[in-house]
Every structure is written in C-alpha cells, then in structure tokens.
Nanobody, 125 residues
Framework: QVQLQESGPGLVKPSQTLSLTCTVS??????????WSWIRQPPGKGLEWMGA???????YYSPSLKSRISISRDTSKNQFSLQLSSVTPEDTAVYFC?????????????????WGQGTQVTVSS
C-alpha cells in the first residue's frame, strides 16, 4: 500500500517561498512509469494541478505557475518537494501530493490513484 505524507510550514508570508515535502512509503518514486505531483485546492474552489516529477526525474509544470514553481526529489529518502516562490494570499490552499499511473495523465486529477491527506498552507502577513 502506497502512502504519501505532506510536510512543511502551515503559514508563509507574502513574497516568500512556500516549501513542502512529500514522503512516500510503500513504493519507490523511481518505479516506472509513475509520476508524482503537487495538487492544491484553494478555499471554495476545485483541484488545481501544479506540477509533477516523473519516475525518470523529468518535470512538468502548469503553465500558469511555471515562472514560480520548482519540483525536485531526493531518491535516497524517497521524497519529492515543492517550491513556490513569490507567494500571495491567492496561494492559500490545501496542498496535496499524489501519484499518477503515468506522466501522460499528470494534469488530470481524476487519474490519480494515491493521495496524501493534504496540508493547509496559509499565506498571510
């Protein structure tokens, strides 16, 4: 059974960088052909796919966030991380990490088979 767990600060100040880590257990992040994503849900809104890192280390980002987002991984710890720069209150959301069965479906949240429980991040001074 694959399990994902998000961790990181729950409060970030405007203009700072939001950093979250997802720790994966029960499966390796380098196993073909999975992709590992960050997805968020602002209050009162739907799920928004942010970006992904695939089993081979290739990265994919939402065009709307591409200038601010970076996803990396630490294979020795079986973790992948999100950095979102220059945050504003509009980045306030519940942030999820999740697994897609293939990188070709990373932007389709309904295709994901395993999810973390989510972590609330609030951007406020």
């Amino acid at each position: 059974q694959v399990q994902l767990q998000e961790s990181g600060p729950g409060l970030v100040k405007p203009s700072q960088t939001l950093s979250l880590t997802c720790t994966v257990s029960g499966g390796s992040i380098t196993t073909s052909y999975y992709a590992w994503s960050w997805i968020r849900q602002p209050p009162g809104k739907g799920l928004e796919w942010m970006g992904a890192i695939a089993y081979d280390g290739s990265t994919y980002y939402s065009p709307s966030l591409k200038s601010r987002i970076s996803i990396s991984r630490d294979t020795s710890k079986n973790q992948f991380s999100l950095q979102l720069s220059s945050v504003t209150p509009e980045d306030t959301a519940v942030y999820f990490c999740a697994r897609a069965p293939d990188k070709i479906v990373v932007a389709t949240t309904s295709e994901y088979d395993y999810w973390g429980q989510g972590t609330q991040v609030t951007v406020s001074s």
